[in-house]
């Protein structure tokens, strides 16, 4: 198993470093202090039109207000698609990790 950080100890704004998606699945696992704040996760293919990833239930972008470790997303050989995780109103005291652990 191959883990990558999308965010490490993110206390404001913005979005994480671009991490090639493996084959297969990965478990995205999303912990910290959250004080208001919401992570998204974002895919796309090529460095190009970064989109959020939506949950499949709602057809909603997926957003994070609570530690998780319960998200799997799949990637089918070949597509060259990356992933990145995004801080939305974050508060004071937050502080957040994101991470993928690939071939789970």
Known sequence: MKRAFLLENETEDGAGDAVPMATGNAEISVVGTFDGATVTLQDCKFDENWADVLDYTTGA????????????LQCAPG??????????????????TVFADFGA
């Not at 597509?79 to 005291?93: D, E, K, L, M």
């Open 61 to 72: 972008a997926l957003s994070i207000t609570a530690a998780t470790n319960e998200i799997v």
């Open 79 to 96: 597509t060259g698609r990356q992933i990145r995780a995004t801080v939305a109103n974050a508060g004071a005291s937050t502080d957040l």
